[in-house]
């Protein structure tokens, strides 16, 4: 595995003589995706520190076949073939001209033989956010999102050989480029944009591709790391080439202080007064107006609910990759009503969930839903969230057999906890 770090980076590669295999995709909740992505620890060449959003990362690895757990051409054709999908889950696009919906569309959805073929004659067919479909990739962006604590994404591309689907531009949020199949030629530009964000779109009209500064064959088991904003550009190969764009979408200070200042505007009447009358007339002293602005941002640092803005964002973050499983109807009924001291339970794996205490009641918070308990359940209610499975007679004893057996089996109604043996 050779590391190649982007234009502002190094000139040689790094080399690890040594190769670990890949996790299976069961077992990526219990490891670190972002290791799984690169093929090698962050650590390395010190990813988070020097790399995460300032400059591209090249990560060569020999292991051909190391994404092949995720996704297939094979798989693609048959969601292609089976799924009714629609403008906004597929599209096509070619970079020396635009391809319009009408030409691939039938009643509102793909028609998978125009899909076809309009890729036969050169066209890059883009399945977005593949993973509300294909769960390989659920549980990537899952795990990925709950290490990184943003929302993630994953857009597909397949791409005929000698091909292009886009002209030079740059995107809005970071991506980790997963080559599965094939090869693509990368060139990266001078011109792109300083942390772009949502509103500053890239405009082909106005925004100019620089000279190459970095040029490189990017083969399958390699990934690509592109912060936000560097203007890139691909070509496949002599094959054709697959390749998942794991997308990490920005969380900027600027949207984490405005959704601060709105959860507090909802609290405080003080943030809901109108600025003075006559604020536009003429001979308007708006020093005086700057210095009453000044007077209250000074009070924000003890005004603001930094916790439950975040533990919020978070729950969404959560809830974009719902919990993927097939017992619930089962688990909310008989498992629910005949649940044991003898049985173990467990929280879902894939949901995030947590207590706190609030006006003498213990608040159990998952899923944007909130169950209240008495603070007596507290002991119980802790005990299973923080642990792993566990009988439930073995669980904390505050409260006796029947009260316990009523609050497990609200959380287990409740999609919560589940019922394992």
């Keep these: 595995m050779a590391v190649t770090d982007g234009p502002d980076g190094p000139a040689g590669p790094r080399l690890r003589s040594h190769h670990q295999a890949n996790p299976r995709i069961d077992e990526r909740d219990h490891v670190d995706p972002l290791s799984w992505i690169l093929g090698f620890p962050p650590s390395e060449v010190l990813f988070l520190e020097e790399i995460l959003g300032r400059r591209s990362l090249h990560c060569r690895d020999g292991r051909r076949d190391r994404f092949r757990e995720l996704l297939s051409s094979e798989v693609l054709d048959r969601i292609l073939g089976t799924y009714g999908l629609t403008p906004r889950h597929i599209r096509v696009v070619r970079f020396d001209r635009p391809v319009d919906g009408s030409e691939y569309e039938r009643g509102g959805l793909a028609d998978p033989r125009r899909v076809a073929r309009l890729f036969a004659e050169g066209g890059t067919v883009i399945f977005d956010a593949l993973h509300d479909r294909h769960e390989p990739l659920r549980r990537l962006c899952a795990a990925f999102s709950r290490q990184t604590g943003a929302r993630t994404q994953a857009n597909i591309y397949l791409t005929p050989p000698h091909a292009q689907g886009f002209r030079h531009h740059w995107d809005t949020h970071d991506v980790f480029v997963m080559q599965i199949e094939g090869s693509k030629r990368w060139r990266l530009y001078e011109g792109g944009e300083d942390l772009p964000v949502i509103g500053q779109q890239f405009d082909p009209e106005t925004h100019e591709a620089g000279p190459v500064v ?47 200042l709105g959860e507090l505007t909802l609290r405080s009447s003080r943030w809901r007064e109108n600025l003075p009358f006559g604020i536009g007339a003429t001979g308007a002293d708006f020093g005086e107006i700057r210095q009453q602005l000044i ?127």
């Design 214 to 260: 970095a040029e490189f064959m990017l083969t399958a088991g390699d990934v690509l790391y592109l912060p936000r904003g560097v203007m890139h550009a691909a070509e496949s190969g002599e094959e054709t080439s697959l390749h998942i764009t794991l997308g990490l979408i920005a969380y900027t200070w600027s949207e984490f202080l405005g959704q601060c």
């Design 295 to 421: 007077g209250r941002i000074a009070a924000l640092p003890d005004e603001l609910d930094v916790e439950a803005v975040l533990s919020a964002r978070l729950d969404e973050v959560g809830a974009a990759f719902r919990p993927c499983a097939s017992n619930y109807l089962s688990q909310a009924t008989s498992a629910a009503e005949s649940l044991s001291p003898t049985d173990v339970i467990r929280p879902r794996p894939d949901l995030r969930s947590r207590a706190e205490i609030r006006d003498g009641q213990v608040v159990v918070i998952a899923a944007g839903r909130e169950l209240e308990f008495p603070e007596a359940a507290a002991g119980t209610v802790r005990s299973v969230l923080e642990g792993g499975p566990q009988t439930a007679g073995s669980l904390d004893r505050s409260l006796d057999w029947p009260g316990r057996k009523i609050v497990l089996g609200t959380m287990i109604r409740e999609g919560i906890l589940e019922v394992i043996g």
